[in-house]
């Protein structure tokens, strides 16, 4: 029988209580998992520092899992669908980061990460957000059919988050079962395992409910014990409101069908069987390898002039698709060894002049100096009768001020900033002093700073560059990717404020 030891440690009767075998638990979760490991599932964050001024923020996208239980070991099974990520700029001084490159690369699903958590150290997790979790208090085992740099990523993640997502559910109508924890242990000799639900932080003490449990025998049936204090209607003669949505923290989706139940006056509990889940899983549909959309890694990149060439990688592989070099053209695209690499401008000549003798106290370009701010080359990989594109953004002078994102109204806005060195404080830079150009995407700026993406057919990024204009001398400005629509204005403004 399962512990009468909650996650807190106290002593009490749990909520609900249940046996299941595992040839049937299994054959659910692996129907589940054929109709649904193509599908996207939990999204991993990934948030680290790379450099001393770099950060790297990835939202790794996985599908839907497979479960296998058994005495020793929980062990979950999903497919790596696609990675996106984005990396920020923290200059010295500065009091918020910019964004300078954007990797979205979608996979074929053949790479699969393996988790095996110890039975002993894990448990369910219910919590008000519907979110069905897999957690644990010692570290699972992992392994994945990919790089290993990523599988070093994704382990740090989940060292992090100390669970897995499996799937949601809808809230409970009983307020008590709306934080749950659900731990369980082997039973039956090797073949199934005893279950039980504990409300965090709620202690009772009364009948043990496996008391109540009377088994069938039958390995197709499912039945739940559920304490009258946690269910007070059955009191009135009615079934318990959540009796349909008890089984669905163990059993995955769809919800298993109530056959029969029963007031146990005597022990104060309610008993409820159900159909088989068998016949509540859809039988599985074959699924072939799903086609992942042509995508070019990075999608884009700012990058000062004079640095080096820049590797393109086309996925999904192998590479049979027609390069071309599109926009300004101001680099090269060449292949060595067979790998693609874009050859940014060479270094302007003459040389920018600087100065750091100014308000901000960095270097500044003269304007005179600088033909050009940017220029925008982008690569086009053409395959199947896909297409893809990876932009270059060249820069050709460095930054003296900075942005500060918010959410207004439902959008981001910008304001502009830059460090006085003498008043020894951020200084915002007035709407009239600013001016706001757009050097790739179709996304447009306000004057106040809003930004808006395209009505149609919206640009997947758009990167913009201020001007404070203060002087007619010196080139103060800013600059910076904004991955809207990509990610949600929140979203956005979550990754800038970090």
Same mark, same amino acid.
């Given at each position: 029988?399962?512990?009468?030891?909650?996650?807190?440690?106290?002593?009490?009767?749990?909520? @609900?209580?249940?046996?299941?075998?595992? %040839?049937?638990?299994?054959?659910?979760?692996?129907?589940?998992?054929?109709?649904?490991?193509?599908?996207?599932?939990?999204?991993?964050?990934?948030?680290?520092?790379?450099?001393?001024?770099?950060?790297?923020?990835?939202?790794?996208?996985?599908?839907?899992?497979?479960? !296998?239980?058994?005495?020793?070991?929980?062990?979950?099974?999903?497919?790596?669908?696609?990675?996106?990520?984005?990396?920020?700029?923290?200059?010295?001084?500065?009091?918020?980061?910019?964004?300078? #490159?954007?990797?979205?690369?979608?996979?074929?699903?053949?790479?699969?990460?393996?988790?095996?958590?110890?039975?002993?150290?894990?448990?369910?997790?219910?919590?008000?957000?519907?979110?069905?979790?897999?957690?644990?208090?010692?570290?699972?085992?992992?392994?994945?059919?990919?790089?290993?740099?990523?599988?070093?990523?994704?382990?740090?993640?989940?060292?992090?988050?100390?669970?897995?997502?499996?799937?949601?559910?809808?809230?409970?109508?009983?307020?008590?079962?709306?934080?749950?924890?659900?731990?369980?242990?082997?039973?039956?000799? #090797? !073949?199934?395992?005893?279950?039980?639900?504990?409300?965090?932080?709620?202690?009772?003490?009364?009948?043990?409910?496996?008391?109540?449990?009377?088994?069938?025998?039958?390995?197709?049936?499912?039945?739940?014990?559920?304490?009258?204090? @946690?269910?007070?209607?059955?009191?009135?003669?009615?079934?318990?409101?959540?009796?349909?949505?008890?089984?669905?923290?163990?059993?995955?989706?769809?919800?298993?069908?109530?056959?029969?139940?029963?007031?146990?006056?005597?022990?104060?509990?309610? !008993?409820?069987?159900?159909?088989?889940?068998?016949?509540?899983?859809?039988?599985?549909?074959?699924?072939?390898?799903?086609?992942?959309?042509? %995508?070019?890694?990075?999608?884009?990149?700012?990058?000062?002039?004079?640095?080096?060439?820049?590797?393109?990688?086309?996925?999904?592989?192998?590479?049979?698709?027609?390069?071309?070099?599109?926009?300004?053209?101001?680099?090269?695209?060449?292949? #060595?060894?067979?790998?693609?690499?874009?050859?940014?401008?060479?270094?302007?000549?003459?040389?920018?002049?600087?100065?750091?003798?100014?308000?901000?106290?960095?270097? @500044?370009?003269?304007?005179?100096?600088?033909?050009?701010?940017?220029?925008?080359?982008?690569?086009?990989?053409?395959?199947?009768? #896909?297409?893809?594109?990876?932009?270059?953004?060249?820069?050709?002078?460095?930054?003296?001020?900075?942005?500060?994102? %918010?959410?207004?109204?439902?959008?981001?806005?910008?304001?502009?900033?830059?460090?006085?060195?003498?008043?020894?404080?951020?200084?915002?830079?007035?709407?009239?002093?600013?001016?706001?150009?757009?050097?790739?995407?179709?996304?447009?700026?306000?004057?106040?700073?809003?930004?808006?993406?395209?009505?149609?057919?919206?640009?997947?990024? !758009?990167?913009?560059?201020?001007?404070?204009?203060?002087?007619?001398?010196?080139?103060?400005?800013?600059?910076?990717?904004?991955?809207?629509?990509?990610?949600?204005?929140?979203?956005?403004?979550?990754?800038?404020?970090?």
């Amino acid at each position: 029988m399962v512990s009468t030891e909650n996650s807190d440690g106290k002593a009490g009767v749990p909520i @609900a209580y249940t046996m299941v075998w595992y %040839s049937l638990l299994n054959d659910c979760w692996k129907r589940y998992s054929e109709n649904n490991e193509y599908l996207p599932g939990e999204t991993l964050l990934l948030d680290r520092q790379s450099g001393p001024s770099e950060r790297k923020v990835s939202s790794v996208v996985f599908g839907h899992p497979q479960m !296998t239980w058994s005495d020793t070991v929980v062990t979950q099974r999903k497919r790596l669908l696609s990675q996106r990520e984005v990396v920020l700029v923290l200059d010295s001084g500065n009091s918020a980061a910019w964004l300078s #490159e954007i990797r979205d690369v979608a996979y074929d699903a053949s790479q699969v990460l393996t988790i095996k958590a110890s039975m002993l150290d894990s448990s369910i997790a219910y919590r008000g957000d519907g979110s069905v979790q897999l957690v644990w208090t010692a570290m699972p085992e992992f392994s994945f059919t990919g790089q290993d740099t990523l599988l070093l990523k994704m382990k740090r993640g989940y060292e992090a988050k100390k669970g897995i997502e499996l799937y949601t559910v809808g809230p409970p109508a009983n307020h008590l079962l709306r934080e749950l924890n659900v731990v369980y242990q082997p039973a039956n000799k #090797e !073949t199934g395992m005893d279950i039980a639900y504990f409300t965090p932080g709620v202690v009772v003490a009364g009948v043990p409910l496996a008391d109540a449990r009377t088994d069938a025998g039958v390995a197709d049936i499912v039945i739940f014990v559920l304490a009258v204090w @946690a269910a007070p209607e059955v009191l009135l003669g009615k079934a318990p409101y959540d009796e349909e949505w008890l089984p669905s923290l163990v059993f995955p989706p769809p919800q298993l069908k109530r056959q029969d139940g029963s007031f146990v006056k005597e022990l104060g509990v309610y !008993t409820t069987e159900y159909f088989s889940p068998r016949q509540a899983s859809a039988p599985a549909v074959s699924a072939q390898l799903r086609q992942a959309s042509l %995508s070019l890694d990075p999608l884009v990149r700012l990058i000062a002039n004079g640095i080096g060439k820049q590797a393109v990688v086309l996925h999904p592989g192998p590479d049979a698709a027609v390069w071309v070099l599109e926009g300004e053209q101001a680099g090269a695209l060449k292949r #060595e060894g067979g790998a693609w690499y874009y050859e940014p401008p060479a270094i302007l000549e003459p040389a920018v002049t600087l100065e750091a003798n100014n308000k901000t106290n960095r270097p @500044a370009a003269v304007l005179s100096s600088v033909p050009k701010r940017f220029t925008v080359d982008v690569v086009h990989a053409t395959q199947g009768g #896909e297409n893809a594109y990876a932009t270059f953004a060249s820069y050709y002078a460095p930054q003296t001020h900075y942005f500060r994102a %918010s959410l207004e109204s439902g959008k981001l806005r910008f304001t502009f900033w830059y460090y006085d060195a003498d008043k020894g404080q951020d200084v915002q830079v007035e709407e009239r002093d600013t001016e706001w150009v757009i050097a790739s995407g179709n996304g447009s700026v306000s004057s106040s700073g809003v930004f808006s993406p395209a009505a149609n057919s919206p640009s997947p990024f !758009t990167v913009v560059w201020a001007r404070d204009t203060t002087s007619d001398r010196l080139l103060y400005w800013a600059f910076t990717v904004i991955p809207i629509p990509l990610y949600s204005p929140a979203q956005a403004v979550a990754l800038f404020q970090k």
